[in-house]
């Protein structure tokens, strides 16, 4: 009798629509999926989300620079995204005289805006459909490179015809689902934007590397920028005669804020997953790929960190290039785990199975093994080409070689010499020696240490351009090209899979994996439980930060204002972040975190660190995206940037 209920209980999983808050979805199909959203609270329309004939929300969302998104909020082109989007920019604008990654920065009018060349944001003009034209002329007899050249050809039609008009336009053609379905989708790119504030890194970025990818979070993680126009509110160069932009929508600022169980959505641009992809390649990243990265990284790090704790000097040097490093080494080990613990290998081998079941007699039999031994025959090569990016490829002494612009002011050669033994000895390890360039074997030969060779490539730099050269070249030539022919033959083999699966599970609503085209996630605020008998509740406060506070510990460290604020009293239940179950990814950093009402309510900024399989596989349970409250945004720029002429341009719905 169980085993009866429990087949029927999968049996019921499997049919099921997407699990409960899944899912990125596209807004010109959000139709789609917005009786799901008012059942669970939301209370606008689909054409309040995304409309081509009047303004609507997505009109309020810009692609922020080249990987993060940001919302307007005001009608002068006011816009938040987040701190770290903004940290390049305001790092460029900082010096010893004015440091304003350490003290932060307030325009007190639009003459100080500062201005930043290479910047710009994209409005989403419009989306659609266009696989019927990408795939116009294309015959099944045609040669795979034959339908490959016309579609470009489609493509660059489609393209040109969308941006004729001019005036900063820009469009592409993305294909979703592995090439089932092509969108077209035209911008509207602004290129002067400029800095108008940023509260220090001690709030902006609170925590560090430490608190990263984390609950209980407290970071301050915002920027403001303002988007400037021509007198005709098109896109125009940097020029102090612009004025700022006329958005056709910003958003109300709610400050009422949010209890466990609220209604949020999250309009942003994703930049990838993978929801659809066959066991063997989950595998790949649970047992090889993600904690042989995560070894090499670990190694790297602790490299920089013991130089970093002996000099503020190199502090100052590495943090920038240790946040990056420990960024994703943090994010795959909570995936790793994620991955296990979700039993996502086993579960996608079942799910092939009854799909391989399902599919015989159609054209879709045996897909999953071909899926399989393209992956077996692939996974070698893929481990060398992803050993030589970690290992040797990461030697920042490689990468000057290789003509790669490196900052000298942030180098510090002993790191480098350090890091060099060690990814040198470890790429040497791991690898078979048919992975490595004949100069590498007949070098080590002569060399006989990996210490006595890095002297000699730190001593001679033709030691070091030959060593580049070498392993440049195999790495270019043997590696990534093979890599790309697999991964070619492989998406080619996906197309037909996707299809597959799509009518094998004819009852479910897909979505299309993100590729940093702007969708709309929904859920709602909720805690977690990252271990057996710890709930994480969703809401932190001031209080939290003031408990964190340590002059001691540079992440900890608040600026004595904050201090001050808090022993007045009345600050203790300050919001500062929340959790919702909004499925995101990298790229939606920034994005505006939404109530019922379409008002703003927060600012997305991270996901909790077991949670983050979701790039591969969403887990309701344990899935959460970490947002800034707006209000301590409000209360931020108030009370430590007196910048309060902000809010006036600011519209506000409580
Ligand atoms: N984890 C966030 C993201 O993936 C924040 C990264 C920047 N902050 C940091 N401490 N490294 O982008
Ligand atoms: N911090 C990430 C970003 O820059 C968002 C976190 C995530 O991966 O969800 O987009």
């Known amino acids: 009798m169980k085993r009866v209920l429990t087949i029927l209980a999968a049996a019921f999983l499997f049919i099921s629509p997407v699990k409960a808050d899944e899912g990125m979805w596209l807004p010109a199909l959000i139709s789609q999926r917005i009786g799901d959203m008012q059942a669970k609270g939301f209370k606008l329309s689909a054409e309040d989300i995304y409309s081509v004939n009047q303004a609507s929300l997505k009109d309020a969302v810009v692609l922020f620079g080249r990987g993060c998104t940001g919302e307007l909020v005001s009608d002068q082109g006011l816009l ?12 460029k604008h900082s010096s010893v005289e004015h440091d304003y990654l350490k003290d932060g920065f307030w325009a007190l ?5 500062l201005p930043n060349p290479g910047l710009t944001v994209k409005f989403l003009e419009r989306m659609e459909d266009v696989t019927a034209a990408v795939n116009k002329g294309i015959k099944p007899k045609m040669t795979e490179e034959k339908q490959q050249a016309l579609r470009k050809k489609n ?12 005036n900063g336009l820009k469009a592409s053609v993305e294909p979703l689902f592995y090439g089932n379905q092509y969108f077209l989708f035209v911008f509207r790119e602004y290129r002067d934007v400029r800095l108008v504030g940023a509260p220090p890194s001690s709030i902006g970025k609170f925590g560090g590397e430490t608190d990263n990818w984390m609950w209980p979070r407290h970071t301050g993680d915002f920027s403001i920028f303002r988007i400037y126009a021509g007198a005709d509110n098109m896109p125009a160069d940097y020029s102090e005669t612009n004025v700022p932009y006329t958005p056709k929508k910003s958003f109300t600022i709610s400050r009422k804020g949010v209890k466990e169980g609220d209604f949020t959505f999250v309009y942003g641009c994703p930049g990838s997953t993978q929801e659809y992809v066959h066991s063997e390649l989950v595998k790949y990243i649970q047992d090889v790929s993600d904690p042989e990265k995560i070894a090499l990284r670990t190694i790297r790090l602790n490299i920089m960190k013991k130089y970093m704790d002996q000099s503020q000097a190199v502090r100052i040097q590495y943090s920038s290039k240790y946040a990056s490093v420990a960024n994703a080494w943090k994010k795959w080990q909570g995936e790793e785990k994620g991955l296990r613990k979700n039993k996502v290998v086993p579960t996608k081998q079942a799910y092939e199975k009854r799909f391989e079941e399902w599919a ?16 077996a025959a692939r996974n070698p090569i893929y481990r060398a080409y992803e050993y030589y990016r970690e290992t040797v490829l990461a030697i920042e002494k490689i990468q000057m070689s290789d003509g790669e612009e490196h900052s000298l002011k942030d180098y510090y050669q002993p790191i480098d010499e350090e890091t060099f033994v060690a990814m040198m000895t470890a790429f040497d390890k791991a690898l078979d020696d048919s992975y490595k360039p ?10 006989g240490s990996m210490e006595a060779w890095k002297d000699a490539v730190f001593s001679d730099s033709k030691e070091a351009e030959d060593l580049t050269a070498a392993l440049a070249e195999f790495y270019a ?5 093979q890599v790309s022919a697999f991964n070619w033959s492989i998406n080619k083999v996906y197309k037909d899979y996707m299809q597959g699966q799509m009518e094998f599970e004819n009852e479910r609503t897909f979505y299309p994996d993100a590729n940093l085209t702007l969708r709309v996630a929904y859920g709602h605020v909720e805690g977690y439980r990252p271990a057996d008998a710890i709930y994480y509740t969703p809401v932190s406060t001031l209080r939290g930060i003031i408990e964190k506070d340590n002059p001691d510990i540079f992440d900890y460290n608040i600026p004595q ?7 007045e009293g009345g600050h203790e239940d300050q919001p500062v972040c929340f959790l919702a179950t909004n499925h995101t990814t990298g790229g939606n950093s920034g994005s505006p975190v939404l109530n019922a009402e379409g008002q703003l309510i927060g ?3 991270d996901r909790v660190w077991e949670g983050t399989m979701s790039d591969l596989v969403f887990d309701p349970e344990i899935c959460r995206n970490i947002s800034l409250d707006v209000r301590y945004i409000l209360f931020i720029i108030k009370e430590i940037g007196h910048a309060d002429y902000l809010l006036d341009e600011m519209s506000f719905a409580d």
């Open 477 to 481: 030539a043997k590696l990534f090209a």
């Open 603 to 605: 600012i997305n900024f």
């Open 155 to 166: 493509i660059g039609k489609l393209i040109d015809a969308a941006v004729k008009e001019g």
């Open 360 to 375: 015989v007699g159609t054209r879709y039999e045996g897909i999953t093994d071909r899926l399989a031994n393209l992956y």
């Open 80 to 91: 938040f995204t987040n701190h770290h989007c903004g940290y390049d920019y305001i790092q």
């Open 561 to 567: 204002v904050l201090r001050d604020i808090y022993a």
């Open 109 to 113: 009018n639009r003459a100080q805006e």
């Open 438 to 447: 004949a100069y590498f074997l007949e070098k080590r030969a002569q060399y």
